[in-house]
């Protein structure tokens, strides 16, 4: 009661003019790092007595209790916050590195339509992301001591083992009947649903069985609503973009020990910031950065997180054109494509978990680089266009020109990517993915193939290849594409451009494959295409 | 005495019903309740004490070499470190061997794999110890390191003599028979992949002594060599394990080391001590299944009858025996899976290599031999061109016969199961469809297998068959239950549970199950070979009926009758023989009688398998009290461009004798099948050339997800009293229902086959991935252009 009375105090002094924070920015930049520490506790302070916003504090809601913190390293993940810091340990650690979800937990977002749940991996989430959210744990969400009914469900359907997975389990399923809305009303679950709402959990004793069939009866039970636990003690609009200043870099969230992470709400912040720390390191989804702190015990000493600017979460259909904002999530995507790209939504569909999916980013995979990533082939095959921002100022460069080896860009310290445009396609266009993994969810390519071809009259006028996992980078089939362009839309012409893919990729071979399996099914992937491009006119499709 | 909780139903309430939760019904998992909200206590989320230190191991960076030196002083400079340790610094024996020695605590002097402990470090955090690990500077001489079996079989490295079976002549048989027939497949071992990583908590105790919570399946091993370790009697220590997130067989003899570490830490700092493995370090230091590197030669009949076999079969031992002595002999027990090899000979090597040890997992080497037996029938069927499932059923045990280790066939009830599976599940008519399918279908390739399992029930080594429970009766009339058996989610706390309700008449929420502890039952058996129940179910059902009897019998004198007389029914105690006229007594009323009359309300039971034996020189005996039968029909389909593929469809039919609790033993036959699929499908272990394990997280080393289970899967218990006699007569299914992921490698070569018209038996070692499937077809596809 007492934070929910302090936050409106605050709320009603956050209108406080916005010099007054500039100066106390300034101040902090200024002096050397100790007195800078003193000076952001002042902030602190001065927030107590309700004269200032501070923002060098973490402020959320845990199952419907505020809490505040100011003593949380930005490196600190919200799992290990809990489970020590809390001594609250009902999620759990299986992998710390996103693959497993038995850390799985509901972050919560106040919108207009009330709050809005997805999960997350706790493991490698950083405490950043709950500033000012609800976030809701297995232990938490029942209401008068009674089970949600996915928990419910759970046990009527024998739906633990060891259970050390299970409350994962739990956070997916009830996060799956608070989105479908069977709070509010019933309504069956279809088998799609569930097994994308499972996509990241792993359990290895009950072959998963009972737990699909939890899910199908939860729907079933007396309904839960569980942001009515979130708003237990008061629910809070915040308005984040007055606690700090519009231009100019904002203060630090978080400032203990030297380290410090930045949450910029605009573009102008982050490139303020960017200015004061080129070398800072970008936080989006924290997908891939967040297993250097899990994974190689790594520190940074300061952190931008790109995840709360408005303007790079955006998608924006333009006449010609898609424009993706680069903190577009991939969930948020492969709801945005299902329309204009119906296959790469699909591939969305595909790549990690629904938790991970939850977090990472477009932005985050194409620019981390990585040769297996799984939307640069198809960003190269629609020839993607990409809005650099920064330091040296706005500029565009085509994607094909924006890997420059391994794990490498055109990026330079202090820039960021914006954004990516892709133009739409035309009746007589088309674009082409496979996926090939081990495992079919939450499983990293072997091969990511993208085919974009454009065909009139039975020509194929024009076509663009790009695989993911066959070279140091994300890579074009240069030769391939030739040997197909201007060639008739035919089985033979496949076949003969599957010859030029060796002349192409050259891969290796790792975990995920071998070499000659990258290059042949590579090569199969090419008739593949094809197959399905004439499916329902050649008879039996691949 | 007059509290009666209010958590417990009136006394008179439940006697007009019969008991809740006897053995027999389908009740939830003791802790369900506590798993889905998170409750569930596992060590890491124990309250940590203060003082709490943290400890890691340092790990090397080759397979094989000497240490020339180790320099650990950055180590200990390191922020937060509290101290170190070497293999100096063990203050009693430094080799935690379990059955043979050669696992020294920290490498002695020489690396035997990549990534073994070379020390160890305490910090105050978790954090800071994994950090600190890594400034240890190492210098080594490196020497040649074995990484594969076929090399360690050319240079006769071993860890332990090969064994070998026999029944008949082989040789001669296979000479003499119409077709001979050679093959080989490479199985892959697998990951454990427990859901809660290894960890123990030491905290000091009196008299240098140690109180260790370890997420164990044997904390009596873990018990005796922590004391070995420090140099204790053994009664110093206690070792006592609530639940584990996941054992699998990983926790049978790989949990005792990070024990002992944390032991060693807890006693020269005086301070509670954690040792918790992340995934990564839980992958590369704890051993795994073990590959296997299978022959054979053939003889048969042109029915594709088998005259004679002659069998060789070679494990992935790691650098040290560990339990791989037994394993490769029960892969060799099971070579034979359900079929009459007439004449047989059966090699078992256990191959020594320069990687980590591998260990105990679900089946035990099991699943390893069953899998060749299955390969080799497929590969008579394509043979002589017969439905496999022919083949099978052709070359079946008959009762009466004998295994190629002695041990006589009875009870073999198995054809009539799988007629039974063959007709529900419809096994011709899709046979047909498939055959059809594949027929008009140019890419996409359909494949059917119907497989079945005949798994030993008991431990090879006889010893390990017995076990102790430990039951107090309190004067409210609940129970406090304890046994030797640990829980890691196979649900034996509840299945002990309701035997003892059963054997009382009273409502399972009476009996409160506790964690095993040492100094409570010692002495015991690791919780493995799917003897938990067998063998805990027992023990407590034998101290039960010590109690009993104990209670009959002061009834007699208390209210004169005969013991016939007294009866447990309801929740009550029924004396007298006349119905109308027998006396109803609440439980609790009545113990609190025997108590104030001086009856004694608490005993041990003990149980130990009758018949078994096994003579390992002579290779004979009966080292299986009985068998556990079931089969599995799987249809799936495969991607001829990709190699990719879906299971379409599972349906098995298995035989747990009289259940305990039908719905817990669905769980492990629906749980083991999906595990047995990941074995053969998924997952992959890989090493590359430096002895370095490749697939070590859980980015790269995949278990099935919800998506790859069938859409259609149905199980269903084939429902027959064990003619054993085992509690209540049902029958062990933790580990027998995992050989039914064999039916899904089976049902994808047979959807290859397809692609060569069903003439060849293609190659299809295991994993098998995407790509050892497109290679498959591909070798089809060879074959039947040439
Ligand atoms: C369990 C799991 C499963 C996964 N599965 C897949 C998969 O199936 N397919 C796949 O492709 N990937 C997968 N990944 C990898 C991961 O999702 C991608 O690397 C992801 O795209 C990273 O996005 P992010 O927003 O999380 O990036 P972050 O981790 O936040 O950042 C990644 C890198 O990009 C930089 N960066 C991020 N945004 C920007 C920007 N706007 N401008 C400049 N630099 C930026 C960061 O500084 C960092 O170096 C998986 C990861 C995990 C943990
Ligand atoms: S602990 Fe495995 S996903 Fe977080
Ligand atoms: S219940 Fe054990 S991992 Fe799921």
Redesign the pocket.
């Known amino acids: 009661m007492f934070c929910y009375m302090l936050d409106q105090l605050v709320r009603k002094l956050q209108r406080i003019p916005r010099t007054e924070f500039s100066t106390e920015i300034q101040l902090c930049r200024a002096v050397p790092p100790r007195i800078r520490f003193q000076g952001v506790q002042a902030a602190r302070i001065n927030r107590a007595v309700g004269q200032k916003t501070g923002v060098s504090v973490i402020r959320f809601n845990l199952n419907g209790r505020w809490i505040e913190d100011n003593k949380i390293d930005p490196n600190c993940t919200i799992l290990k916050y809990l489970r020590t810091t809390m001594m609250q340990p009902d999620a759990k650690e299986g992998c710390a590195?996103?693959?497993c979800g038995a850390c799985t937990l509901m972050l919560g977002e106040m919108t207009e339509r009330g709050i809005e749940y997805r999960t997350l991996?706790a493991c490698?989430a950083l405490m950043a992301n709950v500033h000012e959210r609800y976030l809701l744990t297995p232990s938490g969400i029942g209401r008068a001591g009674q089970l949600h009914p996915a928990q419910q469900a759970m046990v009527d359907c024998h739906g633990s083992q060891c259970g050390f997975c299970t409350p994962g389990f739990v956070m997916s399923l009830a996060n799956l009947y608070q989105q479908t809305g069977l709070h509010v009303r019933q309504s069956v679950l279809t088998d799609e649903q569930i097994h994308a709402a499972l996509s990241?959990n792993l359990c290895r004793c009950t072959g998963y069985r009972p737990i699909i069939e939890a899910a199908h009866k939860m729907a079933a039970l007396p309904a839960c609503d569980v942001s009515e636990v979130s708003a237990h003690n008061g629910v809070q609009t915040f308005n984040p973009q007055s606690d700090v200043p519009a231009d100019g870099s904002p203060a630090a969230l978080q400032d203990v020990d030297g380290r410090r992470l930045f949450m910029p709400l605009t573009e102008e912040q982050l490139k303020a910031l960017l200015r004061d720390y080129p070398d800072a390191?970008?936080?989006?989804?924290?997908?891939?950065?967040?297993?250097e702190i899990t994974q190689r015990f790594k520190q940074f000493d300061t952190i931008i997180c790109?995840n709360r600017i408005s303007t790079?979460a955006r998608t924006q259909v333009l006449d010609e054109q898609l424009w993706l904002g680069?903190?577009v999530t991939?969930s948020q995507a492969e709801h945005e494509l299902a329309d204009l790209f119906p296959s790469f939504a699909q591939l969305l569909h595909?790549?990690?978990?629904r938790q991970?999916r939850n977090?990472?980013?477009?932005?985050?995979?194409i620019?981390?680089a990585?040769p297996?990533?799984?939307?640069p082939p198809a960003f190269l095959a629609l020839n993607a266009t990409l809005e650099i921002d920064g330091n040296h100022g706005r500029r565009e460069v085509a994607i094909n020109d924006f890997y420059l080896g391994y794990k490498q860009t055109v990026?330079q310290p202090g820039?960021?990517?914006?954004a990516i445009r892709i133009n739409k396609l035309q009746s007589s266009e088309s674009l082409t993915l496979h996926k090939i993994s081990k495992r079919y969810d939450?499983?990293?390519?072997a091969v990511m193939f993208a085919l974009f071809m454009d065909v009139q009259n039975g020509i194929i006028k024009n076509a663009r290849l790009a695989c993911g996992g066959v070279a140091a980078t994300p890579l074009r089939a240069q030769k391939t594409e030739q040997a197909l362009i201007g060639q008739p839309f035919s089985e033979n012409t496949f076949l003969q451009a599957a010859n030029f893919i060796g002349q192409d990729y050259q891969p290796l071979s790792d975990v995920r494959a071998s070499k000659e399996y990258r290059l042949q099914v590579t090569r199969n992937l090419l008739l593949k295409s094809y197959l399905e491009l004439t499916a329902g006119q050649a008879g039996d499709a691949a | 005495m007059s509290h009666v909780s209010s958590k417990v139903t009136p006394w008179e309430a439940r006697r007009q019903r019969p008991a809740k939760g006897k053995s027999g019904s389908k009740l939830a998992h003791e802790s369900a309740e506590k798993h889905v909200l998170g409750t569930a206590t596992y060590i890491d989320d124990m309250p940590e004490l203060a003082g709490t230190l943290f400890a890691a191991v340092g790990k090397s960076t080759i397979a094989h070499g000497k240490i020339l030196s180790l320099d650990l002083t950055a180590v200990r400079n390191a922020p937060g470190v509290v101290d170190v340790i070497t293999l100096e610094d063990i203050p009693g024996e430094k080799d935690i061997g379990p059955v043979f020695k050669g696992d020294p605590i920290f490498a002695d002097g020489v690396v035997e794999f990549h990534g073994q402990a070379l020390f160890a470090v305490l910090a105050e955090s978790f954090e800071q110890a994994k950090r600190a690990v890594l400034l240890a500077q190492v210098s080594y001489e490196e020497q040649p390191a074995l990484l594969t079996i076929q090399n360690a079989l050319q240079q006769n490295a071993f860890v332990r003599p090969a064994h070998s079976m026999q029944k008949g002549d082989a040789a001669s048989a296979i000479a003499a028979a119409p077709i001979q027939m050679s093959g080989e497949l490479y199985v892959k071992g697998q990951e454990h992949f427990y859901l809660e990583g290894q960890i123990s908590y030491a905290l000091p105790a009196e008299d240098g002594g140690i109180k260790l919570y370890c997420s164990s399946q044997h904390p009596t091993e873990v018990q005796k060599l922590v004391s070995e370790v420090l140099d204790l009697p053994i009664n110093h220590v206690q070792v006592e394990v609530r639940r584990m997130g996941g054992g699998f067989g990983g926790k049978e003899t790989q949990a005792a080391q990070w024990g002992c570490i944390a032991s060693v830490f807890a006693r020269r700092q005086n301070r509670p001590v954690k040792m918790r493995l992340d995934r990564q370090d839980d992958m590369v230091l704890t051993g795994k299944r073990h590959d296997f590197y299978n022959r054979y030669q053939l003889g048969i009949d042109e029915n594709g009858k088998i005259l004679g076999a002659d069998i060789e079969l070679a494990g992935f031992c790691g650098y040290s025996p560990d339990l791989s002595d037994a394993i490769v002999d029960r892969a060799m027990f099971h070579v034979d899976n359900a079929y009459d090899l007439n004449n047989a000979r059966v090699i078992g090597h256990r191959c020594k290599t320069n990687t980590v040890s591998n260990t105990a997992y679900r089946g035990f080497g099991g699943p390893q031999g069953m899998i060749f037996a299955e390969a080799m029938l497929d590969d008579i069927a394509r043979k002589v061109g017969k439905d496999p499932l022919d083949v099978r059923k052709a070359n079946f045990y008959r009762d009466g016969g004998s295994t190629h280790y002695g041990q006589p066939v009875e009870d073999f009830f198995l054809p009539e199961l799988v007629e039974q599976l063959e007709q529900d599940c419809d096994y011709r008519a899709r046979r047909a469809a498939i055959t059809e399918f594949n027929r008009t279908n140019r890419w996409k390739k359909r494949g059917l297998a119907l497989t079945p399992v005949r798994f030993g029930i008991s431990f090879t080594i006889q010893f390990l068959n017995q076990a102790g429970a430990l039951v107090h009766i309190y004067t409210d009339g609940s129970i406090h239950l304890n046994h030797g058996g640990t829980e890691m989610g196979q649900g034996l706390f509840t299945k002990v549970a309701q035997v003892v309700a059963h054997e009382f008449d009273l409502d399972i929420d009476m009996i409160q199950a506790s964690a095993t502890a040492t100094d409570k039952v010692p002495n015991t058996s690791p919780t493995a070979a799917s003897s938990g129940s067998d063998l805990n179910g027992k023990a407590a059902q034998n101290a039960c009926q010590i109690l009993k009897s104990r209670l009959v019998q002061f009834a007699q004198q208390h209210y004169q009758v005969n013991a016939g007389d007294v009866r447990f029914i309801n929740n009550h105690v029924v004396i007298g023989a006349d119905e109308n006229s027998a006396q109803w007594i609440s439980f609790a009323d009545f113990v609190t009688l025997a108590y104030q009359n001086r009856v004694s309300l608490s005993t041990t039971g003990y149980y130990a398998t009758p018949k078994i034996h096994y003579n390992r020189d002579t290779a004979s005996g009966r080292p299986f009290f009985y068998f556990a039968f079931g089969a599995c029909c799987v249809e799936v389909e495969i991607d001829t461009l990709t190699g990719e593929y879906k299971v379409l469809r599972a349906d098995i039919l298995h035989d747990v004798g009289r259940s305990l609790n039908p719905a817990i033993d669905i769980g492990q036959i629906e749980g083991g099948f999906i595990q047995g699929m990941g074995w053969l499908t998924t997952e992959e272990l890989l090493w590359d050339d430096k002895g370095r394990l490749q697939s070590n997280s859980a980015?790269t080393y995949k278990i099935p997800t919800s998506v790859d289970i069938p859409a259609h899967f149905n199980v269903q218990l084939f429902d027959r009293a064990n003619a054993e006699d085992t509690i209540y007569n049902s029958k062990a299914v933790g580990e027998p229902p995992f050989m039914h992921g064999i039916a899904v490698w089976c049902a994808l070569r047979d959807a290859v086959a397809s692609v060569a018209d069903y003439t060849i038996s293609p190659p299809l070692d295991t994993p098998a991935t995407p790509e050892r499937v497109l290679n498959a077809v591909m070798f089809c596809q060879q074959e039947s252009k040439a």
Do not use: P, Q
Not at chain 1, 350 to 353: E, K, T
Not at chain 1, 359 to 365: E, K, S, Y
């Open positions: 590195a996103g693959d991996n490698i990241g390191c970008l936080w989006a989804g924290g997908t891939d950065v967040g297993l790109l790079l680069a903190g991939y595909r790549i990690g978990s991970i977090m990472g980013t477009l932005g985050g995979n620019a981390n990585s297996i990533g799984d939307t990026l820039e960021y990517l914006r939450d499983d990293i390519s | 980015a």
